[in-house]
């Protein structure tokens, strides 16, 4: 079996996000927390006409600004 056989399943991407989630999981507790915080994104788009931007459109907005939910595991 070949060191990449992963690109034949899924991603670079989701591979990235699978090991990140890996390595924070096996934290202790307070860096744990610490490291779930960093790993919470916003998406957001704009749209531009003649050099004048539109509304912001958040992608995944923010549900609720505790706890980050945990994913369902891969």
């Not at 989701?14 to 390595?23: C, E, G, N, S």
């Not at 931007?53 to 945990?70: H, R």
Request: hydrophobic letters at 30%; a positive charge; glycine letters at 8%.
């Amino acid at each position: 079996m070949s060191s990449a056989t992963w690109r034949s399943v899924f991603t670079y991407n989701k591979y990235a996000q699978i090991t990140a989630r890996a390595v924070r999981q096996s934290l202790k507790e307070g860096e744990r927390v610490q490291a779930e915080k960093r790993g919470v994104t916003a998406l957001k788009y704009q749209n531009w006409e003649n050099g004048v931007g539109g509304q912001q459109v958040f992608l995944n907005p923010e549900e609720d600004k505790g706890t980050p939910k945990k994913s369902a595991a891969v």
